[in-house]
């Protein structure tokens, strides 16, 4: 800990810094001079108080001192050096928030699944059938069948180009069952992203068929998928 001698000394020289942010590091780096000079003299036989007054006096006049560091930390520069500083971290936060948050969302979109109350279930089959139309690729990967009687379809898609990332693929096709029926799709939703995720709910979806049907055929782009169901009585 410097001496009243020192603390005094280190606050002319400061007085001359207009700068106040860059004052507490140029007294520290000050300090570290001072104690270091202070070391060297003990080291040569002067007493603490004899080698603080050598130190102080091998640093040179105050003022001289203080002017030549306000010309180094020249106030409009350290300002603008501040504002720069305080530019780049907002421009750091903005991005993250409106461009590393979405990125990140589009790499783990949410499971729709979730949206469903496990309570409202009846039962639910995982199914990995994968159908592709041009470029885009489409795998069906869930179905839940709702006590309600709701048929929730589940699927992913992307684009296997990279300048088709983010394209909305529209409809999944025609929903029809093995009993013949054939069904209006519903509510729907889709988690956007790189690899987005959709789910298409129908109404009233029969409890007695045994296959659930999705038919695609649009502009001679064609698939059909057929997935096998939980069905009777012992599903309600």
Do not use: C
Request: hydrophobic fraction near 35%; charge should be negative; proline fraction near 3%.
């Amino acid at each position: 800990m410097l001496s009243p001698k020192s603390d005094k000394f280190l606050k002319d020289i400061l007085s001359y810094v207009k700068f106040s942010f860059d004052r507490y590091d140029i007294r520290l780096e000050l300090e570290d001079h001072i104690s270091e000079k202070v070391d060297y003299y003990m080291e040569q036989g002067y007493d603490m108080e004899k080698a603080e007054q050598l130190s102080i006096n091998d640093m040179g006049d105050a003022k001289e001192i203080g002017i030549e560091l306000n010309k180094q930390h020249y106030p409009i520069l350290g300002w603008l050096w501040k504002i720069t500083n305080v530019t780049v971290g907002l421009a750091v936060i903005l991005s993250i928030f409106f461009i590393g948050i979405p990125t990140l969302n589009s790499l783990f979109p949410r499971n729709l699944i979730n949206d469903i109350p496990k309570s409202n279930i009846a039962y639910k089959i995982d199914v990995d059938k994968k159908v592709k139309i041009d470029d885009m690729v489409i795998r069906f990967t869930n179905v839940v069948y709702e006590k309600n009687g709701d048929m929730d379809i589940f699927y992913e898609y992307y684009d296997t180009k990279l300048w088709g990332m983010g394209w909305s693929l529209g409809s999944i096709g025609k929903i029809t069952d093995n009993l013949g029926n054939t069904y209006m799709s519903g509510s729907g939703s889709v988690s956007g992203g790189i690899k987005s995720k959709g789910r298409v709910t129908v109404d009233n979806f029969s409890k007695e068929a045994d296959i659930l049907i999705i038919s695609y055929d649009s502009y001679n782009r064609k698939y059909r998928v057929e997935i096998p169901l939980k069905a009777g009585d012992n599903n309600e």
